[in-house]
């Protein structure tokens, strides 16, 4: 056994046990390592939910589900500090995924495929339909930027960032429901 | 009483618990980041060797990854968590610790709070901490550090409440020798 380690060589007096630090950070970040463990080990799951193939009477109900999407973002962003000012001067923010926490390789190959898909799978859908989809992604993406826009100035934000991975949940679902109804559309 | 930013936490922390158990490995990494420090804090004071407490914080949060569909998630993340740490803990260990005769209820009262007789210098109690045996140190670290009443500490080192308030007796003798090896001040 090494000698016992010693987490803070400060100085600093104490009259009592319990003003000892209870947090002592590690000499390196464990996580990836312990991730590889729980992914080689079996386990990680997948991350996103499948939905059952959805039927073209299913539509409107997939239609209503991005419509509660979009409505629930539209609520969140109201939680959000006022970010009005950094929106308007970057009008053009790129929806790139900054943030670590959704560095996932396989979310970012999934994400990319079902955006490059996506157009196609919306031409499959009823007008309606399509147009309730498109609104949908698009308070999503506006809301992106400004949680993002928000996190620029507080990057350290829990609650920041983790409405900013519901959002990209959100959109995930979104899109993942549009891929199955247009494919549920295609077997009948 | 349970301050709003900390009902805030707790309902924030049970959202990720949620998560992971939905297997969001995300949401799993954003608990391991809260807890990382207070959970490789406990498993240094307990393995008093770096090395180790990198491995048992590990094994930690690995059977805390496989385990998260029994964790009750009305009782407290973390809490939880130290129990598992204290389990990997004590499995690394070739025996056991524990020879102490427990200790009659009444001969030691209960003191939430030891307060030491003059201010002392953070790194020499942690020395002095991780020079206890291990039955001792395991008690004042959980009782003594980390705030668990003599029932959790029990509960979690699987011994006596008895033992429990013996070794406590014991550590704080040993480490107020190793303090002040003249006596008090």
């Given at each position: 056994m090494s000698e016992p380690h010693s987490p803070q060589p400060a100085a600093r007096k104490v009259t009592?046990?319990?003003?000892?630090?209870?947090e002592i950070a590690p000499p390196r970040d464990l996580w990836p390592e312990l991730e590889r463990r729980l992914v080689a080990g079996g386990a990680g799951r997948r991350r996103w939910p499948q939905l059952p193939a959805l039927r073209p009477r299913y539509f409107a109900a997939a239609a209503g589900l991005v419509a509660a999407v979009g409505v629930g973002i539209l609520i969140g962003r109201g939680?959000?500090?006022?970010?009005g000012g950094d929106i308007a001067t970057h009008?053009?923010?790129?929806?790139?995924?900054?943030a670590s926490f959704i560095s996932d390789p396989r979310y970012l190959r999934d994400r990319a495929e079902l955006l490059k898909s996506l157009n196609a799978r919306l031409a499959e859908l009823p007008p309606q339909s399509r147009q309730k989809v498109l609104a949908s992604l698009a308070t999503i993406h506006q809301s992106m930027r400004d949680i993002q826009a928000a996190l620029g100035r507080e990057p350290g934000n829990a609650l920041l960032q983790e409405l900013l991975v519901d959002t990209y949940q959100d959109e995930m679902r979104v899109l993942t429901t549009v891929q199955e109804a247009s494919a549920g559309s295609g077997e009948t | 009483m349970i301050s709003a930013a900390q009902s805030d936490r707790i309902d924030w922390e049970a959202a990720l618990v949620q998560r992971a158990r939905n297997g969001d490995m995300r949401a799993f990494e954003r608990l391991y980041r809260e807890h990382i420090g207070r959970i490789y804090g406990l498993c240094l004071r307990l393995t008093r060797d770096p090395a180790a407490a990198e491995d048992c914080a590990q094994e930690t949060f690995i059977n805390a990854w496989r385990g998260l569909k029994n964790f009750e998630t009305r009782s407290a993340f973390g809490t939880w968590l130290h129990r598992i740490a204290v389990n990997v803990a004590l499995a690394r260990r070739r025996r056991p610790a524990w020879t102490v005769e427990p200790l009659p209820d009444a001969e030691e009262p209960e003191e939430p709070e030891w307060t030491l007789d003059t201010p002392v210098e953070v790194s020499e109690i942690e020395a002095a901490v991780g020079a206890l045996p291990d039955g001792a140190r395991d008690v004042l670290v959980l009782c003594g550090i980390y705030g668990y009443s003599h029932g959790e500490a029990s509960e979690m080192l699987g011994v006596a409440e008895g033992t429990c308030k013996a070794q406590l007796h014991r550590a704080r003798a040993l480490l107020r020798r190793k303090l002040y090896p003249e006596g008090s001040p």
């Amino acid at each position: 056994m090494s000698e016992p380690h010693s987490p803070q060589p400060a100085a600093r007096k104490v009259t009592s046990l319990r003003d000892l630090p209870l947090e002592i950070a590690p000499p390196r970040d464990l996580w990836p390592e312990l991730e590889r463990r729980l992914v080689a080990g079996g386990a990680g799951r997948r991350r996103w939910p499948q939905l059952p193939a959805l039927r073209p009477r299913y539509f409107a109900a997939a239609a209503g589900l991005v419509a509660a999407v979009g409505v629930g973002i539209l609520i969140g962003r109201g939680l959000l500090p006022s970010v009005g000012g950094d929106i308007a001067t970057h009008p053009t923010a790129s929806l790139v995924v900054p943030a670590s926490f959704i560095s996932d390789p396989r979310y970012l190959r999934d994400r990319a495929e079902l955006l490059k898909s996506l157009n196609a799978r919306l031409a499959e859908l009823p007008p309606q339909s399509r147009q309730k989809v498109l609104a949908s992604l698009a308070t999503i993406h506006q809301s992106m930027r400004d949680i993002q826009a928000a996190l620029g100035r507080e990057p350290g934000n829990a609650l920041l960032q983790e409405l900013l991975v519901d959002t990209y949940q959100d959109e995930m679902r979104v899109l993942t429901t549009v891929q199955e109804a247009s494919a549920g559309s295609g077997e009948t | 009483m349970i301050s709003a930013a900390q009902s805030d936490r707790i309902d924030w922390e049970a959202a990720l618990v949620q998560r992971a158990r939905n297997g969001d490995m995300r949401a799993f990494e954003r608990l391991y980041r809260e807890h990382i420090g207070r959970i490789y804090g406990l498993c240094l004071r307990l393995t008093r060797d770096p090395a180790a407490a990198e491995d048992c914080a590990q094994e930690t949060f690995i059977n805390a990854w496989r385990g998260l569909k029994n964790f009750e998630t009305r009782s407290a993340f973390g809490t939880w968590l130290h129990r598992i740490a204290v389990n990997v803990a004590l499995a690394r260990r070739r025996r056991p610790a524990w020879t102490v005769e427990p200790l009659p209820d009444a001969e030691e009262p209960e003191e939430p709070e030891w307060t030491l007789d003059t201010p002392v210098e953070v790194s020499e109690i942690e020395a002095a901490v991780g020079a206890l045996p291990d039955g001792a140190r395991d008690v004042l670290v959980l009782c003594g550090i980390y705030g668990y009443s003599h029932g959790e500490a029990s509960e979690m080192l699987g011994v006596a409440e008895g033992t429990c308030k013996a070794q406590l007796h014991r550590a704080r003798a040993l480490l107020r020798r190793k303090l002040y090896p003249e006596g008090s001040p």
